[in-house]
Nanobody, 122 residues
Framework: QVELVESGGGLVQAGDSLRLSCAASGRTFSRYAMVWFRQAPGKEREFVAVADWSGHSTYYADSVKGRFTISRDNAKNRVYLQMNSLKPEDTAVYYC???????????????WGQGTQVTVSS
């Protein structure tokens, strides 16, 4: 069992940066792939970035590649999403999730946080 709590969201201007954090409970955190998804109003939840159990393998959505960086600290049971050069279209609720498989599909992730709002003004 893994419980996830996101933090770090907020209201920023276009071009600013934010770092989201996801704190995980449980001793098995390092066994899971960790992912960030986001969901804008009226839209489906979409993949943002994923890191494998070690953090050495990562993958990004084309829309955030080069601007966002996912990382994890297994000693602290945390995963991060550094978001630079934010755009208004990045506005969404951001969710972290944990699952056994390194995947971009929501179906592969069994543990979810409650989400944190990111709003980027133009």
């Amino acid at each position: 069992q893994v419980e996830l709590v996101e933090s770090g969201g907020g209201l920023v201007q276009a071009g600013d940066s934010l770092r989201l954090s996801c704190a995980a409970s449980g001793r098995t955190f390092s066994r899971y792939a960790m992912v960030w998804f986001r969901q804008a109003p009226g839209k489906e939840r979409e993949f943002v970035a994923v890191a494998d159990w070690s953090g050495h393998s990562t993958y990004y959505a084309d829309s955030v590649k080069g601007r966002f960086t996912i990382s994890r600290d297994n000693a602290k049971n945390r995963v991060y999403l550094q978001m630079n050069s934010l755009k208004p279209e990045d506005t969404a609720v951001y969710y972290c999730a944990a699952g056994p498989n390194y995947s971009v599909s929501t179906k592969e992730y069994q543990y979810w946080g409650q989400g944190t709002q990111v709003t980027v003004s133009s």
